[in-house]
């Protein structure tokens, strides 16, 4: 696929690193640095690119130049994603995202910035996705249904029509919804549960049908920041 533009990396880890993979064998995009907090470097070199500080990225890689994409996990509930997604933003940087040329997306679906969807997921008519939002592989998100900022869904996740679910949630391998459902902001929707019910924020959901757990979602994902 020919390059029309570069980008650098903010991660180093092995979601930066499988990034690297699909933005390179299927994307326009030319990576040509990844980079980095001062504090969690452990490296100055990946893939025979160099990895600089987030601190001095600027100074290497203006921001008229170069495109950006921060590629880290659901670690604390997606916070450190979204720290870093936010803060790359205000230093200027446009964010683009990847969808698999294997992904299924309807003509008129909407798909915000620095969103990381894998092969195999079908997004289907007038789906709404918002920035920041990682889809690993073969998840189903249904007509009309919106998945709002800073999201992560595992795989095989079924989203049925017409949900919407809230800003920094998690949701497990084979979780579902069922049609009609809100998902609050901060919920944790684990493996293989059914949600039947619109749900509270800041709560980790289990079982079929799915309720409620005593312990936040903050503290289950070990959060440090709101």
């Not at 604390?76 to 979204?82: E, I, M, T």
């Not at 949600?195 to 980790?204: A, H, M, S, W």
């Not at 049908?209 to 289950?220: F, K, M, Q």
Request: aromatic share 12%.
């Amino acid at each position: 696929m020919e390059k029309t533009d570069q980008i650098v990396i903010v991660g180093e880890g092995e979601t930066a690193e499988i990034a690297y993979e699909y933005f390179t064998y299927d994307s326009p995009y030319e990576v040509i640095a990844f980079s980095a907090e001062k504090k969690y470097l452990t490296k100055t070199e990946l893939f025979g690119l160099p990895v600089v500080p987030f601190e001095e990225l600027k100074e290497s890689y203006p921001t008229d130049q170069v495109k950006a994409f921060v590629a880290l996990s659901y670690t604390q509930l997606n916070r450190p994603r979204r720290r870093l997604y936010q803060a790359t933003k205000e230093m200027g940087y446009s964010l683009v995202s990847y969808v698999s040329s294997r992904a299924f997306v309807w003509r008129n679906v909407e798909i915000g910035e620095n969103c990381f969807i894998f092969e195999n997921n079908v997004l289907q008519y007038k789906v709404r996705v918002g920035n920041n939002v990682v889809m690993w592989s073969g998840n189903h998100i249904g007509h009309q249904s919106i998945i709002h900022d800073n999201c992560f869904l595992s795989s095989h996740v079924v989203v049925s029509g017409y949900c919407e679910v809230g800003e920094n949630c998690f949701f497990g391998v084979n979780s579902c919804l069922g049609n009609n459902i809100r998902i609050a902001d901060d919920c944790i929707i684990g493996a293989g549960s059914v949600v039947l019910k619109d749900t509270e924020p800041q709560k980790v959901y289990r079982g079929n049908p799915a309720t409620a757990s005593n312990i936040s979602s903050l503290v289950a994902f070990g959060v440090k920041e709101k």
